[in-house]
T-cell receptor, first 109, second 118 residues
Framework: DAKTTQPTSMDCAEGRAANLPCNHSTISGNEYVYWYRQIHSQGPQYIIHGLKNNETNEMASLIITEDRKSSTLILPHATLRDTAVYYCIVRGYGNKLVFGAGTILRVKS | GAVVSQHPSWVICKSGTSVKIECRSLDFQATTMFWYRQFPKQSLMLMATSNEGSKATYEQGVEKDKFLINHASLTLSTLTVTSAHPEDSSFYIC??????????????FGPGTRLLVL
């Protein structure tokens, strides 16, 4: 599976949109982009995934560039409870999820 | 939907004893289950992958005789840490993969089990 690169940490003001970037320049055509987050001392929580189209659900939006080499997770109105480590993972169908270091998102009031 | 439970949520045991951790997918059938370990301030590290009714596949460096995995059904997997030692103290997280309404097989994670070996 392709590797991903994420910033180590980001800050966001409460109520504003949080935009978390992810680079996956070696992604292949059948690999999905998954986003998970892990709040302190809990198991990871599934957020969203996509193949090539932009996706939206009740938690977030996922914007994938046309060349699929990068993506952005958008939390439209960040709250203090969104403070967590966010993981961007590229996975081929049937393959296991391998976690990198992720991005520490701190939402501040 | 897509709930994965783990039991117990935390356990303290003496060195040399064995500890069993249960993982259940509550509202979907898991074709595959995974066990991860996480040390403080580190990311999750995959330990092993198991499919129902077959032997688990362990990642490099993980001792299969120390970390026994049983995947008895499509909704239950257990991890037994045998002869636990203080260095086995960690946060153990299970994950279940299945179709749970998002269109493609996705992994869902349990809340984790914190193990402290004295």
């Amino acid at each position: 599976d392709a590797k991903t690169t994420q910033p180590t940490s980001m800050d966001c003001a409460e109520g504003r949109a949080a935009n978390l970037p992810c680079n996956h320049s070696t992604i292949s055509g059948n690999e999905y982009v998954y986003w998970y987050r892990q709040i302190h001392s809990q198991g990871p929580q599934y957020i969203i995934h996509g193949l090539k189209n932009n996706e939206t659900n009740e938690m977030a939006s996922l914007i994938i560039t046309e060349d699929r080499k990068s993506s952005t997770l958008i939390l439209p109105h960040a709250t203090l409870r969104d403070t967590a480590v966010y993981y961007c993972i590229v996975r081929g169908y049937g393959n296991k999820l391998v976690f990198g270091a992720g991005t520490i998102l701190r939402v501040k009031s | 939907g897509a709930v994965v439970s783990q039991h117990p949520s935390w356990v303290i045991c003496k060195s040399g004893t064995s500890v069993k951790i249960e993982c259940r997918s509550l509202d979907f059938q898991a074709t595959t289950m995974f066990w991860y370990r996480q040390f403080p301030k580190q990311s999750l590290m995959l330990m092993a992958t198991s499919n129902e009714g077959s032997k688990a596949t362990y990642e490099q460096g993980v001792e299969k005789d120390k970390f026994l995995i049983n995947h008895a059904s499509l909704t239950l997997s257990t991890l037994t840490v045998t002869s636990a030692h203080p260095e086995d103290s960690s946060f153990y997280i299970c994950s279940a993969r299945g179709l749970a309404g998002v269109g493609v097989e996705t992994q869902y994670f349990g809340p984790g089990t914190r193990l402290l070996v004295l």
